[in-house]
């Protein structure tokens, strides 16, 4: 089961083997000793070849100026009156800072530094979900957490993560983090995630939104040494992901580039910016540029190989 999913938890070995949690934890204990995984609490991982977790003060200092491109552009997808989720993270952090400014928002989130951005925030009403603090993050998790969200339907999820992939998708290196992604998830018509470009091609022990399940990606310029991370955009783009990229040479304009979907994707009627274009736009953040895939496809090629050239 690890090698097929990357991790387990102790509770779901349990079920599957019919067994007690204390004798899965004996025998996880022997396979650790023989080499064959590594423990982490309440779970078993494969040992090494994932990337592991940085915390809180780590991530802050991590593609700041890439991360506040990526928040500009997010916040344009954001409409009047509208009720979204966010979850934890420091790009999230920073998108969070620019909703306070949309009036009759209704914002649901975990993560305590989400709502400390909108505190006084007076056209802005937040709803947290309960749950058990995870202090490297300042994120609520766990089955509280879960529970709070169920019987929830809002227009817009917006995530972060550790990594992202066209084969598996968002992904997270902590259990508890992705089982609250993925209630978040489930409480969306759509789905938004925000990733710099060195989080493109990383791939991290939990998946918490598969490829097919992600509507649009939100992320900066990748450099143009960076062949990986161009790569993986073009990948996304195939598997139907609508990518917005904030403009500049590394992230640090506020334009926006649109690559959409070689494939149709599955249409939500939900009010929303036209395919394209950022509402609002205006001097510091332009409309982004379809890229239409109606011709024979020359277009969307070039404009990928311009994105690697730059």
Same mark, same amino acid.
């Given at each position: 089961?690890?090698?097929?999913?990357? +991790?387990?938890?102790?509770?779901?070995?349990? /079920?599957?083997?019919?067994?007690?949690?204390?004798?899965?934890?004996?025998?996880?204990?022997?396979?650790?000793?023989?080499?064959?995984?590594? /423990?982490?609490?309440?779970?078993?991982?494969?040992?090494?070849?994932?990337?592991?977790?940085?915390?809180?003060?780590?991530?802050?200092?991590?593609?700041? #100026?890439?991360?506040?491109?990526?928040?500009?552009?997010?916040?344009?997808?954001?409409?009047?009156?509208?009720?979204?989720?966010?979850? #934890?993270?420091?790009? @999230?952090?920073?998108? +969070?800072?620019?909703?306070?400014?949309?009036?009759?928002?209704?914002?649901?989130?975990?993560?305590?530094?989400? !709502?400390?951005?909108?505190?006084?925030?007076?056209?802005?009403?937040?709803?947290? @979900?309960?749950?058990?603090?995870?202090?490297?993050?300042?994120?609520?998790?766990?089955?509280?957490?879960?529970?709070?969200?169920?019987?929830?339907?809002?227009?817009?999820?917006?995530?972060?993560?550790?990594?992202?992939?066209?084969?598996?998708?968002?992904?997270?290196?902590?259990?508890?983090?992705?089982?609250?992604?993925?209630?978040?998830?489930?409480?969306?018509?759509?789905?938004?995630?925000?990733?710099?470009?060195?989080?493109?091609?990383?791939?991290?022990?939990?998946?918490?939104?598969?490829?097919?399940?992600?509507?649009?990606?939100?992320?900066?310029?990748?450099?143009?040494?960076?062949?990986?991370? !161009?790569?993986?955009?073009? +990948?996304?783009?195939?598997?139907?992901?609508?990518?917005?990229?904030?403009?500049?040479?590394?992230?640090?304009?506020?334009?926006?580039?649109?690559?959409?979907?070689?494939?149709?994707?599955?249409?939500? #009627?939900?009010?929303?910016?036209? /395919?394209?274009?950022?509402?609002?736009?205006?001097?510091?953040?332009?409309?982004?540029?379809?890229?239409?895939?109606?011709?024979?496809? !020359?277009?969307?090629?070039?404009?990928?190989?311009?994105?690697?050239?730059?």
């Amino acid at each position: 089961m690890v090698r097929a999913n990357g +991790a387990v938890s102790l509770r779901e070995l349990a /079920r599957v083997v019919q067994t007690s949690e204390v004798t899965v934890r004996r025998d996880v204990r022997a396979l650790e000793a023989e080499g064959l995984l590594d /423990r982490r609490h309440g779970g078993a991982v494969l040992p090494g070849g994932f990337t592991r977790e940085s915390g809180f003060p780590q991530k802050s200092h991590l593609a700041t #100026a890439e991360k506040t491109a990526i928040a500009d552009l997010a916040a344009g997808f954001v409409e009047e009156g509208e009720a979204i989720v966010v979850g #934890a993270g420091t790009t @999230t952090q920073e998108l +969070a800072r620019r909703l306070a400014r949309v009036p009759g928002l209704t914002v649901v989130t975990n993560s305590l530094l989400v !709502a400390q951005a909108l505190a006084h925030a007076n056209r802005v009403e937040v709803v947290m @979900t309960g749950g058990t603090l995870r202090g490297s993050n300042y994120a609520l998790v766990g089955s509280g957490a879960e529970q709070s969200l169920q019987g929830l339907r809002v227009s817009r999820a917006f995530l972060s993560g550790s990594g992202l992939t066209a084969e598996r998708g968002l992904s997270t290196s902590n259990m508890l983090s992705a089982s609250v992604d993925r209630a978040l998830v489930q409480a969306a018509a759509e789905v938004v995630v925000l990733a710099d470009h060195t989080k493109l091609g990383t791939d991290t022990m939990f998946q918490t939104v598969p490829t097919d399940v992600i509507t649009r990606l939100v992320t900066d310029e990748p450099p143009g040494h960076d062949d990986r991370a !161009a790569t993986e955009l073009q +990948a996304l783009a195939d598997q139907g992901v609508q990518i917005a990229v904030a403009g500049g040479s590394g992230g640090s304009g506020t334009g926006g580039d649109s690559v959409p979907p070689r494939q149709p994707r599955r249409d939500v #009627a939900l009010p929303g910016p036209r /395919r394209g274009q950022v509402p609002g736009a205006g001097p510091g953040l332009r409309a982004a540029t379809v890229l239409g895939e109606t011709g024979p496809g !020359a277009e969307q090629r070039a404009r990928v190989a311009d994105l690697r050239r730059r």
